[in-house]
């Protein structure tokens, strides 16, 4: 393979002008064509991985799979206060089963380990976070909005056997992708990376 000539003033663009943008931002009912969702999953897969064990996979849900996610979530949520006596926040459920109808797309991003590999699980998490990053780059050079959250099911012991997760497996969020509803992209903030680095040249 030849060596790729890359543009580094556009890496360096992409790179520093990746921005979050939440549902308040989202232009809704204005479907993201399922190609370019399919652009970011390809390069999602191009992600670094020790000894290709390649972790990462992705459920999308769309359409109608958006209202059977938000559906499933704000009825766990129920299901579990009742079950553990912690409060149930109407407020809550709402925002579960709304939340979802106001995106374009809602993948789910799991960590599935590879029995016998021998690579530590901080690894294969750094794997799928750096697959997601690669995600977030393609839905900002696109102009999409995008964020990864944690919440809902994500750190809830009964959605494990739900997303078809064993041992050491992890649900690790939920991409949210839609067009946004401005043209204004969000600023960014950064303090100075001189700040947290140090060297050592003898």
Avoid at 6 to 11: H, L, P, R, W, Y
Avoid at 49 to 73: C, M, N, S
Avoid at 150 to 159: D, K, L, N, V
Avoid at 174 to 195: H, L, S
């Amino acid at each position: 393979m030849q060596k790729p000539d890359f543009n580094i003033e556009e890496v360096n663009k992409i790179i520093r002008g990746r921005r979050s943008m939440f549902v308040a931002q989202f232009k809704e009912n204005d479907p993201v064509d399922d190609s370019i969702i399919e652009e970011m999953l390809e390069n999602a897969n191009w992600a670094p991985t020790h000894k290709l064990t390649q972790p990462w996979r992705f459920i999308v849900y769309t359409g109608e799979g958006l209202k059977k996610f938000a559906d499933y979530q704000a009825e766990l949520y129920k299901k579990r206060a009742e079950k553990n006596g912690t409060p149930f926040i109407e407020a809550t459920y709402q925002k579960f089963k709304e939340n979802p109808l106001k995106a374009s797309h809602v993948i789910a991003i799991l960590m599935k380990r590879t029995e016998g590999s021998g690579i530590p699980v901080m690894e294969e998490i750094a794997a799928v976070s750096m697959a997601v990053q690669n995600m977030y780059l393609t839905a900002s050079a696109h102009g999409l909005a995008a964020y990864w959250g944690t919440g809902g099911p994500t750190f809830w012991e009964e959605a494990r056997e739900d997303f078809g997760l064993e041992g050491e497996d992890i649900l690790m969020g939920f991409f949210y992708v839609a067009k946004p509803a401005t043209e204004n992209w969000p600023a960014g903030k950064r303090e100075p990376i001189a700040d947290k680095v140090g060297w050592i040249r003898e």
